[in-house]
């Protein structure tokens, strides 16, 4: 009975083992069935009668390995759901351990059709031990490469690395190898010629549109950081982002077409490596070597271009010339120019007479030694104006920027506006002052036998030498301080720089650190709560010093008008006693005293005004004397001890 | 299913011996490979890492089944290591489980093998249980083997190196079995293979690839160096890489302080900004321990000549330390006096007086007007200003006295004002990687030390400064001078005194220091032995200045504040001389007074002293410098003969004794 129940068992194990190659290959048979709704095998009821627990437990554990090799196809079968070249490439990997996988189960088969094989179950599960660890894996891997794409899915599978046994770390390097073979040819292209070809968005570097040329260096190219692979640090990545965006701006900015600097070396690189060389941590380290090299060439050339082909730093110093008023003595002569025409309304004023003014200041002064470009970028612009504004509300400088050197200046032209109005505008506080000064001085020998003048024209002298002493502090403060010494802390930057990022950062701190300097908003704010507050006390301070020129120069007209009947007065006076005749008549007289009471009374108004605006120039210079006091910035106080040099104004 | 095997365990019965046991066996090679079997049934497992029992069947004869439970171990240690390779296979055990579960995972793929072998003999008839009994013997062994470790590991809930540690000690506890160590060398070495990646790449790179926390060494990550810039270097060196003592492997333990360091000297030159140009090389394990000593020793041989180049050559340690040296050991004489001259008058001032700024802007003069122009890294140094005098700092240091006591002597020296004088100090700006070797601590020695002689500078000058104004009493007629003659012969003895203290600490002390110093730092390594030598320079240093000894330092600042107070009494009494009179002869009287007092009080503390350094143990040479001080403060007995003719007869002067 034993040679039967053997020879049934092994016709029934025949069937079986064929049964069971099937259901490796995913295929339904007799007794394997397929799970309804999944991947897996179960054994039919009606022929598990038939079988011993033996059988059946053998035949369940291979199944196992049937169901793990149809989990790997379904994937590979939804691949076309998921878009891009990367998971193309996974995919791609994938069939080909599959039909690896197919290879072993044809030589099976073959076994089994043998005359004398010696195949049996638990042969078969020797065969396929190797090819169950590996399919186990790739369907892990699969799972969890699933709905990701680009750089997370290769951050994912290169976490499959950090696995200790051999084969996992050979069957992900292998899948890893694959996946970054595309990423590796985008970053070559990239860092070759500037291109991205990434039709679905999975590289780590993105492209945008953007509105104009000048937005180029800022905007146009980014570091998607969730498609970075983890073997790239954020630092490395930003290199290789600045590299390719070198060679874009050489390119299509300042239409460069030399050879780039270190794209010899980069091509050599990209021929000898492979893409392994991106994640193996050894080879990794000479290829981000070899990177940040091109990136230093790349960025070296850029800044070389700008600096001696789009004279970047010449136009730096216009900038610092004529915006920010470097150039005294034209900024001056200007402001003489100008300040007949600017007092009109600003609706009177036409672009091309202040052209013509400014063309005229340039001719006359130092700066018609400035290069012929530069003068031809300064211009004259109106800004927005409102009802009432005269001409020097509305009035600015503006210098033209294009080209390359334009995508770096074009965003801080609106930071220059600002602090060219600002300094601007103290400028011709200076000047206002200086010609309240001088007209005190000419009239002085003038007036000196009006008695009654002297005590308000005192005043007026006292009041405006103190408004004298604070502009000239301030002005002090905001050019030399402020201006000269973030001037030298900017050279400084700029000559150390190793890129055009570095340069645009040292103007961005000097732009930022003289708007904070001349008590300008800064556009951030709340950077200190007392800014805005100060910058409203100086501009009130600043309508106190206009408003006392218009009473001085009213107190001008009417005293010179006095003065002159007086002088009239007295040479008719003259004359008539000369004749020897009584010097005047009772109307005569009547007329002069009511001339005489009449000036008196403009005179007390006039008085009366320079009273209120010592009084309110003094509250206001003290408040704002305080808020410099209390300021966190040391050169702010050290601003409010010079103004308050003798303690005339008490700080509390 | 159940029907079939009640009716295959109801023919059982009836088969003959001989069949049952074709039938069991053809259930045995089941039960091998972990599948069930029709007549021996596992057992449910009482937990995860037990061993699995079997059952069998009734019907069985007696002796076969005596034979299965022979078999049947092999079956339960299958059973364990499969259980361990699953499990160890997850990611979360680290890597070195990992290699080994796929070590053992290889082996019992092995085995498989061999129950189809088994298998096949047996369709062809050839085998009974006997013979697999027989076949069975070394995969028995093996298994059971394997077993064993898995056991052990998953009790101790083993990673990293603790694995290694215990497979290293079954290698070295079989030596005997050779069978069984070839075994366990088989999986070492697949189990190290991750674990000396990471060895590798620490010791010729410099990086930690450590995932799972395995590795022996362990970045503490701190604050970035940029960041933190006070106290970065003196914990970089000391925290900012450890060892983690239960993760080393013990055939590592010997060598993991090298491993550390060397490490430790890449990333110092990495934070440098300089390449570490170093090939990983992979290292074995072996048996015999050589290889990867050595290829750890030649990696930290590397780094520490590296290291060690990068300090001296390129960093100039040399230098820097020559030019700490003029400063604050008052190496360079002339800067010292025009810094002195310069600042005198700050100096007396109290603490809350003075502006840090003027000193700054003083101290950048006096570096611009003398000879130190010419030092490189003069603009490092910049002026301190500590809450705290010398004496208190020394005691806060040495914290000999019990808390209390510290706390009743912290707040008596708390009240007192300090003067700058007693506040000053230098301090100097060390970047990195020099801020290794000049760390805060050193720095502090080089305070305190300069303070000392600074302080005693001062008393120097104070002490010269009354002898000139005292040139006066030249021109005195014989009579009046007279009166001084007792204030100027003590004047002497203290100048004497005060120039000799100075002379031993600078000619005998930290000259001869420095000599052995440098002699030793031209002989180093390594980094580390830079760092103890410099240590020990400055601790011979400090020793031998006094400032260690507590009741010594005492004894010098009480000395020191005498002279002190007899300067400011003399400079007050000058201007009194010319007055005539009644007056005067008071006068002469209160001043002789004070004068005799002062020199009681002077002779009292240097007696003290003199007792004091005579006193120290002379059994051990620790202090032995000390004792030329007791020449050079009683060249000519004057001191000790005195004493004698006082009736202080305790002083022995026996210095050789």
Redesign the interface.
């Known amino acids: ?2 040679s039967t129940a053997t020879t049934y068992n092994n016709m029934k194990e025949m069937e079986l083992m064929q049964e069971v190659i099937y259901s490796l290959q995913g295929i339904e048979g007799r007794v394997l069935k397929k799970e309804p709704g999944g991947c897996g095998f179960v054994i039919d009821s009606k022929s ?2 038939s ?4 059988q ?3 035949i369940e ?1 291979i199944a196992c390995v049937g169901f793990l090799h149809n989990q790997l196809k379904q994937h590979c079968e939804d691949a076309d759901k998921q878009i891009g070249v990367i998971a193309q490439s996974l995919i791609a990997t994938f069939r080909e351990e599959l039909s690896e996988y197919y290879k072993t189960l044809a030589i099976l088969q073959a076994q089994l059709k043998k005359t004398d094989t ?1 195949l ?1 179950l ?2 078969i ?2 065969w396929i ?2 090819p169950n ?1 590996r399919l186990q894996w790739l369907v892990y891997i699969a799972e969890q490469c699933s709905n990701k794409k680009g750089g997370v899915l290769i951050s994912a599978i290169h976490s499959f690395l ?7 770390q050979k069957i992900s390097a292998k899948i890893l190898l694959a996946v970054c073979r595309p990423l590796y040819i985008m970053m070559s292209h990239w860092l070759l010629d500037g291109v991205i070809s990434d039709p679905h968005n999975e590289f780590f570097i993105e492209a945008r549109n953007i509105s104009s040329a000048e937005r180029f260096w800022y905007d146009k190219y980014n570091v998607k950081t969730s498609m970075v692979p983890s073997f790239i640090s954020t630092d490395q990545a930003k290199k290789i982002l600045a590299t390719g965006k070198n060679i874009n701006f050489l390119r299509q900015i300042c239409k460069d077409s030399n050879q780039l600097p270190g794209r010899e070396a980069i091509q050599k690189l990209f021929s000898a490596t492979s893409a392994d060389s991106l994640f193996i ?2 080879k990794s ?1 000479d290829l981000h ?1 070899s990177l940040e090299n091109v990136y230093k060439e790349t960025s070296h050339r850029v800044l070389c271009m700008l600096k001696d082909k789009y004279r970047l730093l010449e136009h730096l110093q216009a900038l610092r010339r004529y915006l920010l008023l470097g150039q005294g003595d034209f900024i001056r002569h200007l402001l003489e120019l100008l300040a007949p025409e600017l007092g009109k309304p600003a609706q009177h004023l036409y672009v091309h007479t202040l052209s013509a003014i400014l063309e005229s200041a340039i001719r006359v002064t130092n700066a018609q030694y400035e290069d012929e470009d530069i003068l031809k970028r300064l211009v004259v612009e109106f800004l927005h104006s409102s009802h009432g504004d005269t001409g020097w509300d509305v009035f600015t400088l503006v210098y033209i920027v294009d080209g390359p050197v334009g995508t770096i200046f074009e965003p801080a032209m609106s930071e220059y506006r600002s602090l060219f109005g600002s300094l601007w505008k103290a400028k011709r506080m200076e000047y206002v002052l200086s010609n309240m000064r001088k007209q005190q001085i000419t009239s002085a020998k003038q007036f000196r036998k009006m008695k009654v003048l002297q005590p308000i024209l005192h005043q007026i002298h006292i009041l405006s030498s103190a408004m004298i002493h604070f502009l000239h502090q301030t002005q002090y403060y905001f050019l030399f301080e402020v201006l000269e010494c973030s001037w030298a802390e900017m050279m400084r930057q700029v000559n150390q720089a190793e890129c055009l990022d570095d340069v645009i950062n040292a103007h961005t701190t000097f732009l930022s650190s003289v708007q904070c300097g001349v008590l300008l908003d800064s556009g951030l704010e709340v950077n200190e709560r007392g800014f805005s507050e100060m910058c409203a006390q100086l501009r009130i301070i600043y309508n106190l010093i206009l408003h006392l020129e218009s009473t001085q120069e009213t107190l001008y007209k009417v005293a010179l008008e006095e003065h002159k009947v007086l002088c009239a007065v007295e040479r008719e006076r003259e004359k008539l006693q000369r004749a020897g005749k009584f010097s005047l008549t009772r109307e005569r007289e009547k007329e002069d005293k009511l001339r005489i009471s009449k000036f008196h009374n403009s005179l007390n108004v006039i008085k009366h005004q320079i009273k209120q605006i010592a009084y309110k120039y003094k509250q206001f210079v003290q408040k704002y004397l305080n808020l410099l006091a209390v300021s966190s910035d040391q050169n702010l106080q050290l601003l409010s001890v010079r103004l308050n040099f003798n303690d005339y104004y008490k700080i509390i | ?1 159940s ?3 009640t009716t ?1 365990r109801m023919q059982l019965e009836n088969i003959p011996d001989i ?1 049952q046991e ?1 039938i069991l066996i ?2 045995l ?2 039960i091998l ?1 972990g ?4 007549y021996i049934d596992p057992l449910k497992l009482q937990d995860q890492y037990a061993t699995r029992e079997f059952s069998l069947c009734d019907a069985i004869d007696p002796s076969l089944k005596d034979l299965l439970k022979q078999i049947l171990p092999l079956a339960s240690h299958y059973s364990t290591v499969q259980r361990f390779t699953e499990e160890k ?1 997850r ?1 979360e055990f ?9 070590s053992m ?1 290889s082996l019992i ?1 092995d085995y ?2 061999f ?2 072998q088994m ?2 003999e047996f ?1 062809s008839g050839n085998l009974n249980l006997h013979k697999l009994w027989f076949y069975i013997q070394k995969n028995l062994h093996n298994m059971s083997f394997m077993s064993n470790i898995a056991t052990s590991i998953s009790k101790s809930d083993a990673k990293g190196g603790k694995v290694l540690s215990l497979l290293h000690d079954h290698i070295t506890g079989y030596i005997g079995d050779t069978q069984a160590q070839q075994l366990c060398l088989h999986l070492m070495q ?1 189990a190290c ?2 674990y000396m990646n990471m060895l590798g ?1 620490w010791i010729y ?1 410099g ?1 930690i ?1 450590d ?2 926390n395995e590795f022996l060494i362990e970045d503490n990550e701190m604050v970035q160096k940029e960041e933190m810039p006070v106290d970065y270097s003196a914990d970089y060196w000391d925290k900012k890489y450890t060892i983690r003592r239960e993760r080393i492997p013990t055939f590592l333990e010997p060598v993991s302080d090298i491993i550390l360091r060397a490490g430790k000297y890449l990333n110092v030159i990495r934070q440098c900004g300089k ?1 570490v140009n170093h090939k ?1 090389e992979s290292i074995e394990y072996k048996i015999e321990q050589k290889h990867y000593i050595d290829a750890i020793d030649k990696a930290y041989k590397f780094a520490s000549i590296n290291l060690l180049d990068l300090v001296l050559k390129e960093k100039d340690l040399l230098g820097r330390l020559k030019s700490v040296k003029h400063y604050f050991l008052l190496d360079q004489g002339d800067f010292i006096v025009t810094f002195l001259t310069l600042c005198e008058k700050e100096l007396n001032k109290d603490v809350a007086d003075v502006i840090q700024g003027r000193l700054d802007s003083l101290l950048d003069l006096a570096l611009r007007l003398s000879s130190s122009n010419n030092d490189p890294y003069k603009d490092d140094l910049c002026t301190e200003l500590l809450p705290y005098d010398l004496q208190h700092q020394m005691v806060k240091i040495k914290t000999v006295l019990s808390i209390e006591e510290r706390n009743l002597f912290l707040t008596a020296q708390k009240k007192t004002n300090l003067t700058v004088i007693e506040s000053f100090a230098f301090s100097y700006e060390v970047k990195w990687p020099l801020s290794l070797i000049l760390n805060r601590r050193s720095l502090a020695c080089y305070q305190m030390i300069f303070r000392h002689l600074f302080y005693c500078k001062h008393v120097e000058r104070m002490i010269c400064q009354v002898w000139r104004s005292n040139k006066v009493a030249k021109s005195f007629p014989f009579l009046s001078a007279k009166q001084y003659r007792l204030a100027f012969a003590l004047r002497q003895r203290m100048l004497h005194c005060i120039q000799n203290l100075e002379y031993h600490m600078m000619v005998e002390v930290i000259e001869p220091h420095w000599s052995a110093f440098m002699q030793k730092i031209a002989k180093v390594s390594n980094v580390d032995e830079v760092l103890t030598c410099h240590c020990d320079f400055l601790d011979a240093c400090l020793k031998d200045c006094m400032l260690t000894i507590t009741s010594l330092l005492n004894t010098i600042t009480n000395i020191l504040a005498i002279c002190v107070k007899f300067c400011k009494f003399m400079q007050g009494e000058g201007s009194l001389n010319i007055t005539d009179g009644q007056q005067q002869t008071e006068k002469v009287e209160s001043f002789r007074e004070s004068i005799a007092s002062l020199d009681l009080e002077f002779s009292e503390a240097l007696k003290e002293l003199l007792e004091q350094i005579n006193g120290l143990n002379k059994e051990t040479s620790d202090h032995e410098r000390l004792y030329n001080l007791l020449y050079r403060l009683d060249f000519n007995s004057y001191y000790s003969g005195q004493f004698e003719k006082l009736g202080l007869k305790n002083v022995r002067m026996n210095i050789s004794g």
Do not use: W, Y
């Open positions: 009975s034993c598990s009668k079988l011993n627990i033996i059946i437990s053998l554990r010696e049996t638990r042969r599960l020797v031990a190797e660890n950090q696995h200790g046994a051999m084969s996992v941590p050894d380290i070597i | 299913s029907i079939t095997l295959s069949s074709n053809e259930d090679l089941n490979i599948l069930p079997g029709c296979m990611f680290g890597q070195v489980c990992n290699a080994l579960a796929e995972n793929i498989t093998l129950v189809t298998e096949t369709r697949a293979v991750p790449m790179k990086i690839l995932p799972i390449a990983v």
